[in-house]
């Protein structure tokens, strides 16, 4: 159950003690306050843990200073879309607001690995109007013997070339929580030129104390991963780790799931999960379409499955992209083969668009069918 | 290896005799003849089966009568797309042209079920301009102690009905070879109002003794669905058992795999493979939304999951889509939760119109980028 | 609801016309006859199908003739072990007794390919005692141009040579309801020198007409696989097809399901469900390790893996092992690679014997743990 | 590929030197020394990484001081079971052996949750002779909101509890690399009254850096548990991770994998994986019946499926059994309903006992096939 209070109650108020001493007295029921800092106005909402069946939802709503209780199932205490629950979703960051209804292309390198891949990508991105990318410098392979990023060394020199050439986000996984200190101090070495967005993997989407670290600064977004293996449910379950130690600002990652019936696909593509995603959290959803298809075969008509895939998320209401690019593939040392080249990249924004305006255009249509009927 | 005759090289001819008798001569080499008979020209083609490795290429060229050699692979000898390979794609089928270039809905009842019912989706069809539906007589169900059907008893009224409203092409599950024999006769004794694709279900797919039996007839073309619990690879052998008895008017059908990965959707839907069996084949992709997704939940924009992932497989370039509408669904004996009602039916076909019509701006977005790249 | 007669209430007698009377007259129930003939005794069972939570257990139990009402849930009606159940398992085939106590092993011929090697095979299963054997002559493979079984022209010499060394049970796989009439004439023909298990392939297991072609028949008991890419209960609901026609002569067979978790085995290895099968129901419970481990790998003990996974099934109570052998694997035409020798025969007969004996142990100490506590 | 040296070559020597110098003039090649200290003997192996097909392996054998070259693929360098490859498996902690040959129960708490039930779970043991547990401190789980271990505070209480009643290795989940920290100050603290085996769990599969912290430390051997979601393969690189940085006191851990294929148990058993992992590695492997199944259902025999599989994977040679008990399993907070009850552990042990007799029957067998064939 989540009690919401009015904006203007604040902590240590008197509305804010009665309310507390309220429910310090109903037994069996633990409470979490979580305060809620946005541009416009803040929100403080307790969440109460426990025996709730047997609270009174219309006696809490009728103490003062109590705007609202929202009844919660129990999965996804806190991200979960629950019933009577018009909450907005998303957040801003470094100037970028992410929430179900709009799109960002993150297109970058798979690993930052040299400083003049980095320049050329951040180049072609700001010649196209882009502030956001990718560019891992901690990279997890499945064999301890291959290339594993580069690490803080790269930093420096990556958020220098971000911030030079304009962006705003850059989506980097971390495997560990010192690199959170890490990508924070090399920020602050170089002046804060540009954001960071931490991405969790596939791997440690069920890396549960790796979760509760990011939840537990505020300081950053996060990219939380679907894991393989394992049902959408329980990586929902997931982000609850990261949403209940208080950051709030997550995009839920669509990646394939590992499975030998999505081959000829490195693995079986998942986006129509787009939309369940959407209707189950509040979160926007992210697709990595590089990573899905795992290749650059295409169709007969000439059009790259990387490029079918990344239109059938969008057009289902991806609200972000992961893409790979690479300025030469056959010098990437991670995942050089799916990657797409920088010619491709105004190509790629511009289907993108097209499918971006056809998922406008189905919102539109389903508003005017709903009105009629 | 696949060899191409002239046009003008028939059957009888001295020409064809001579290659017959060049080909007979070469040791462990099976010659099997097909003449696929087109509207414009006919193309009569020999495929060899054995070692072919040992032939050569040119040689075979050179004979007078012989257009074209094509090497194939061992895989999908006869459905496969092959190196060097331009030959056309797809059929037509009474009146109606399927191809891996054109689009088909297949909107209609999973069961019919009473004739009320059937003549209500009819005419809502033929009110918004449909050809096509799906209506089926033999349901194969998980367990025996549910309806299976009305069988045989239900073709006359069905195909009546059918052609009463203009349906030129009714798609229909077929599992026993006797059930060809019981269309043919409804059809033959209700005076071909309409016609029949004869549908393969996801049970059916490895059932090679029906698939023969199909590929044996040429009357009726085929929808394969893709087999729950084996790979592409191994569905795309089985169109294999169909097309090498003959009949290659062949549509592949997507429809979903069965995994609890796909929770919670019905099954874990699978249009990303769209355009994967279009570049490995030749044939039109069918994908069936309904069965894939199993429900009426929708998006937070108001939008099914069935017309989300509808869309994912347009934009792909899906060819067919199989949907189950019903004049009441609650009231439908097969499938009726995830089943759209008539009120639905023009807002889908628009809905759809605006995946394809982004699908043909994607098409020529590539041609364009092509050219200039 | 299954309402079992008295043994000497036969049908057309006052009692059992009084009974199915009683029956006719309650709303909305059908119901359905069948008798199990024992060497014992017979039983005459009533099947009742529809509103059955309306009838009154102890009123018909009070009915004269009726021995005893037994509830079933919707699942898995006939061959289901139900609540209060203590009907035995099992059936008796060409002598030889099936049901889930006893241990039989069917070595032989994944495919029927010479008479030499067949009679190889079958001398040697006699010199070891064996009077079941497998050996197939319709194979469905996944490439139509792979070799597809010699078909019914094998099976004269097939049935007689079986009948020269002893074999009382083939197990035998059909993939068309023809197959049924072709292996009955071959062996009235030959003058029925042995017995046939029609075996339905894991790619049949849906394939429901086959499956009530093989229940109508009550000649040959049925060897029902697992299917791929379904769940234990769907496959479970495929044998009620069997069962609902009438034939109960059915052992449930388990090989693996299909998946790249179980690399490098060919399949992912299944026969922790032997238990679940028999508490489930009451069929005996086959298993296959040749098609499960499909290869000849072995641990560092120098146990082949084959070994190992049929020990696996045997000590946990399998009731009978498919093993495919061969007096010449690298002759062999079909799964060659995963054959045993004819020489590793008597080993193999030791090697599961040894788990059996295992298998017995552990069975008497359960009855001598639950006795004390 | 690995320079396994002479027994008398230490660091420092002439030829040690030698070796070093050679190796370091050949191009692209980086090597690492790796010292495996054992009672009886040590030995030193140099693994060279890079180009070394390049390398004459007779031509280093031939330097004084190298014992055996092994040349390796490039999976599984360390923990792998190479060609020619006769070094010994297993290692010693504690005064307790692990090796492929030999097994060790580990019954014991899923998680320590009272003092009072460890100290009657500890008494049950000693009273039946065993000299390992399991007994968890840190609980990973799905939901964030569920009971997740005591954490390092119930370390003391554990550890002093094992070594009262003679425990020598405790199996315990870590998910942090500070959980390695607390335990080994826990048993400083409390003067190493017992042993530790950290448990890395199937979420933490592929938490590479986590994997890199338990393998730098060598002072507690690991129990690795196989990743859900990921091949086998997968799995055992994995264990590169580990075992690269040094430590290479490994157990491998089988249990299940998620799959609604393996419905009603928990998890797919996988431990026809036993003989597998055993072929392709040096490891002991360890088997999990309690998480496989997840219930406490029993066949007809009255067997419970727990016992079932874990004779299953004893019988093919697994060398460890991770089990589930609680001496009131109704208020176990972590997986109660799977838990074994005390009165069931000395039947357990006797039944686990049957099946390893069994597999040293089945051994015994297979060396007397093997000399006489």
Redesign the interface.
């Known amino acids: 159950m989540i009690v919401i209070l009015q904006a203007d109650v604040t902590e240590g108020s008197p509305e804010y003690r009665q309310i507390l001493d309220y429910l310090a007295n109903k037994p069996n029921i633990a409470t979490r306050v979580h305060r809620e800092v946005g541009t416009i106005r803040s929100v403080t909402e307790i969440y109460l ?1 426990g025996d709730t069946m047997a609270l009174d939802k219309a006696e809490i709503e009728s103490i003062p200073g109590v705007e609202r209780v929202v009844r919660i199932s ?2 996804y ?1 806190v991200v979960g ?1 629950h019933h009577d629950d018009t909450r907005p979703t998303g957040f801003e960051y470094n100037g970028v607001r992410f929430d ?1 209804d709009n799109l960002h292309v993150f297109a970058g390198l798979c690993a930052a690995d040299t400083p003049e891949h980095a320049e050329k990508m951040l180049r072609a991105l700001r010649e196209h109007g882009q502030a956001c990318t990718r560019m891992g410098a901690y990279k ?6 291959a290339f594993q990023g580069h690490g803080k060394r790269c930093l420096p020199w990556v958020f220098e070339l971000a911030g030079k050439y304009g962006i705003k986000v850059i989506a980097m996984e971390i ?2 929580d010192s690199h959170i200190d890490e990508i924070r101090a090399a920020l602050e070495q170089t002046g804060r030129p540009t954001g960071v967005m931490l991405q969790i993997g596939t ?2 989407t ?5 979760l ?1 670290c990011v939840g537990r600064q505020s300081e950053f977004p996060i990219l939380l991963k679907r ?8 990586s929902l ?2 982000v ?2 990261v949403a ?1 130690e208080g950051n709030r600002k997550i995009v839920f990652g669509l990646r394939g ?9 490195r693995n ?9 995603v ?2 189950l959290t509040r979160m926007p959803v992210c697709i990595d379409p590089s990573h ?2 795992g290749s650059r ?7 790259l ?1 990387v ?3 990344a ?3 969008v ?3 991806a609200n972000m992209i992961l893409v790979d690019f690479h300025p030469a593939p056959a010098k990437a040392l991670v995942d050089g083969p799916q990657a797409l080249t920088l ?2 990249l105004p ?1 790629f924004l ?2 993108v668009a ?2 971006r ?2 998922y406008e ?3 539109a ?3 005017r ?2 009105s009629k ?1």
């Open positions: 843990i129990e999965d205490r879309r179900q997890p392979r499945t064999s301890p013997y495997t560990h791997r440690n069920q890396n549960f104390e790796l509760k894991g393989f293996g394992i049902t959408l449910e329980e379950n997931a609850e780790y209940s799931m590992k499975t030998n019936m999505g081959d000829p696909h079986f593509v998942d986006f129509a999960h787009v939309p369940v959407k209707r899905s298809v075969e295409r169709s007969p008509e000439g059009i499955d490029f079918h895939v239109a059938q998320g057009i289902a209401g010619e491709e190509y511009e289907d097209i499918a305006a056809a255009q189905r919102r249509l389903a508003r069918f709903v009927n």
